[in-house]
């Protein structure tokens, strides 16, 4: 398919919408995603139902949301984007810590369920 | 290569997510692991830096950063719905970069200066769209890579495959590549006019695939040299490849062998018919919405509440007419409607495939139709795409 548009600059209203701007408390945050950036020599020894855990980690600086293996090496298997801006605030900012259970893993590509802990 | 594009909080609530990318981060995010020496032009407020720098590293998307005024968020209702625009006063420092290959977005905040050999450019502005604002950028060759509505009002002609033609001989592009959603695409260069057709998958993200077909575009074009018309039928590819997972960066594989894709459907008019109730505010507004989005998807829609209108008893003929010239059947099926019901068992008697919509999986409920071929679907992107394919596939 060709695709009917990204986040670019279209749209027809302007200002008034904000639905939910998020302000579910950092226990509250759960949701599936896919995970990023994923690392194929971690990946293949990952599992479904495998439980990673959810870190800031530092890359060349800058802080992203990572799910790392509960192995001796920590190994990163992929980074989260989504609610990216809320798993940063309270990963930063709370006591919660949060978990991603692989739900699945297809090609390389892990769907997960971040849950606070 | 360079990516100039903004950077945006991206909101929708059904099905729910919240993401920092905008078209030049998504774009950059989807390349970077097939572009050389890759870097994206953008800009980001103070309140947002944290999180746009951190999806940026997520992606391994090296990033020239300038400061914007204000934050710019687009919130969607569902990923069809047009999305409500905050920051749109937003400004930003000069963007100004230079490189061989550049990808231009359109951006909101700016029009950014950029000096390249091979410029592709995407308007980014299906609904205000004016012209063709590339006069702060200077190159040598031009592809535009367009949506339908914006090639339409750029050309100046209703008939896309017209206006495609016009804009090709206003702005001097070497190519323009039109994106027509579940349609396909239509490349127009000197040469003629191509259609690519779009390859089918289980599940459908509309979200930012106008931005992946533009990036792939550019990489297959601009950085390995390919003919216009073989690079759109890659950015097709990796577009369809993306869609279904959404993981950033996107494979190599993806870019170089399709071959776990479905094959492309051959575009062509496609009629849907759209049976659902319309009694209610929140059906009617489900029903406009699915209009919309079919229409702009590239296929024609036969509504009932649009094109016959409600009544009595009278309106079944001129429905049932209506359905008869259909190429398929999208069924919305929350509220389990008997005329819709009714649209679906005489579409499957008269061999038009069914695609159906609803919330919640139906058991009970929905057996004949599961039994009898119809697709159920409960998310509603998908289901719109699938019936549009479905009506361009041949009838057995």
Known sequence: MSGSGGGGGGGSGGGGYSPTDSKKNCEDLTFETMLNSPDPSVINQMSIGDILDVEIVATQGVNVVGALRRNTTRDLAGTITDYLRELLRCLQSSNVSYEAEVLSINGGIVRVRVESV | ?396
């Not at chain 2, 945006?8 to 020496?37: H, K």
């Not at chain 2, 914006?150 to 994106?179: H, P």
């Open chain 2, 1 to 396: 290569m360079i990516v100039v594009g903004g950077t945006y909080f991206e909101t929708c609530e059904r099905p729910g997510s919240r993401v920092m990318f905008g078209s030049g981060l998504r774009a950059a995010g989807a390349i970077s692991l097939v572009a050389q020496n890759l870097t994206l032009y953008t800009a980001v407020d103070d309140e947002f830096k944290m999180t746009a720098h951190s999806a940026a590293a997520a992606l391994g998307v090296n990033t020239f950063w300038v400061k914007r005024s204000e934050p710019i968020a687009f919130r969607y209702y569902t990923p069809l719905s047009s999305p409500s625009i905050d920051g749109r006063t937003a400004t930003c420092e000069e963007i100004s970069a230079t490189d061989e290959l550049a990808l231009v977005f359109g951006m909101i905040e700016t029009r950014p200066k950029v000096e390249c050999k091979k410029l592709v450019f995407d308007p980014q502005q299906p609904r205000e769209i004016q012209s063709l604002k590339i006069s702060s950028i200077t190159y040598e060759e031009l592809v535009i890579v367009a949506n339908a509505s914006e090639t339409r009002v750029l050309g100046k002609d209703e008939s896309v495959e017209q206006a495609a033609k016009n804009l090709l001989d206003s702005s001097q592009a070497i190519a323009v590549v039109t994106k027509c959603g579940a349609w396909g695409a239509l490349v127009t260069t000197k040469e003629g006019q191509h259609v690519i057709g779009a390859h089918p998958t289980n599940l459908v993200s509309p979200i930012g695939t106008g931005d992946i077909f533009a990036a792939a575009f550019a990489w297959a074009w601009g950085q390995e040299n390919k003919p216009a018309v073989e690079s759109a039928r890659i950015a097709s590819a990796v577009v369809a490849s993306w869609t279904q997972n959404r993981v950033l960066p996107i494979m190599e594989e993806a870019f170089r062998k399709q071959t776990s894709l479905q094959p492309p459907l051959k575009p062509r008019p496609v009629q849907v018919y759209l049976a659902g109730p319309y009694f209610t505010l929140g059906q009617q507004w489900l029903v406009d919405l699915a209009r919309s989005a079919i229409s702009g998807l590239g296929a024609k829609c036969f509504s009932p509440f649009h094109d016959v209108g409600p009544g009595g008893d009278e309106v079944a003929i001129a429905d049932l007419e209506g359905l008869a010239k259909s190429d398929s059947v999208l069924a919305l099926l929350d509220g389990n409607d008997g005329g819709t019901i009714f649209e679906a068992g005489w579409a499957t008697k008269n061999q038009i495939p069914i695609v159906a919509y609803a919330s919640n999986p139906l058991e009970e409920t929905a057996k004949m139709l599961r039994g009898t071929g119809a697709e159920l679907h409960t998310d509603l992107s998908t289901a719109v795409y699938r019936a549009i394919w479905a009506g361009l596939r041949e009838r057995s």
